[in-house]
């Protein structure tokens, strides 16, 4: 059974950081482009971050861009998401998912097969 297991989030305060870990129990880890998503309530699942199966190539929605850097360690089938400079407006439920078929620049979460339980992010202003 595949599990993808979020930590790290929390309450911040605006223009502060926090750092989201996803560890996956795939065995195929290293195969799969991995994602972050958000979703708030009343919205729909949003597009955030994607990173593909070798690190090399990276992708952002426009709206953290110069804030936000994924990453990953395929030795420690984990993926992170660094959010720096936060504001409100990031409050949200963040989500990683795996994709084996997904490129980077695939925003709908329909391309993805297995995804997190989620981990909550507040961030006061």
């Known amino acids: 059974q595949v599990q993808l297991v979020e930590s790290g989030g929390g309450l911040v305060q605006a223009g502060g950081s926090l750092r989201l870990s996803c560890a996956a129990s795939?065995?195929?880890?290293?195969?799969?482009?991995m994602g972050w998503f958000r979703q708030s309530p009343g919205k729909e699942r949003e597009f955030v971050a994607a990173?593909?199966?070798?690190?090399?190539?990276?992708y952002y929605v426009d709206s953290v861009k110069g804030r936000f850097t994924i990453s990953r360690d395929n030795a420690k089938n984990t993926v992170y998401l660094q959010m720096n400079s936060l504001k409100p407006e990031d409050t949200a439920v963040y989500y990683c998912?795996?994709?084996?078929?997904?490129?980077?620049?695939?925003?709908?979460?329909?391309?993805?097969?297995?995804w997190g339980q989620g981990t909550q992010v507040t961030v006061s202003s």
């Open positions: 998912a795996a994709g084996r078929w997904v490129g980077v620049r695939d925003v709908s979460p329909r391309g993805y097969d297995y």
């Open positions: 990173i593909s199966w070798s690190g090399g190539s990276t």
């Open positions: 795939l065995r195929t880890f290293s195969w799969y482009a």
